[in-house]
């Protein structure tokens, strides 16, 4: 029943900004953890950021400078704002959510940066 969406993506110039948000849906109880990855064309899927349920957040060293995540509970939604974005974070960005020992994926969103 849980299912996980991503939104936000889209096409954007270098040095613009975004925000993506994951909402899980269909009862999904409660939330262990969220975590945003994201997957260049060609590349493997790498962890950008992780929200637990106690607030706890960690960041991929790299990228910490440029990206916050943040939560609204109420409804069950995870945020990544992305800031300087450049050509090479061009990726599809997914979020995964923890419900305990669980994990589903969202189907992605994409981030295109143009320069």
């Known amino acids: 029943q849980v299912q996980v969406v991503e939104s936000g993506g889209g096409l954007v110039q270098s040095g613009g900004s975004l925000r993506l948000s994951c909402t899980a849906s269909?009862?999904?109880?409660?939330?262990?953890?969220m975590r945003w990855y994201r997957q260049p064309p060609g590349k493997e899927r790498e962890f950008l950021a992780v929200i637990t349920n106690s607030g706890r957040i960690t960041y991929e060293d790299s990228l910490k400078s440029r990206i916050t995540i943040s939560r609204d509970n109420a409804k069950n939604t995870v945020y990544l704002q992305m800031n300087m974005l450049q050509p090479e974070d061009t990726a599809v960005y997914y979020c995964r959510a923890q419900i305990g020992t669980n994990y589903y994926w969202g189907q992605g969103t994409q981030v295109t940066v143009s320069s």
């Open positions: 269909g009862s999904p109880g409660d939330i262990t953890a």
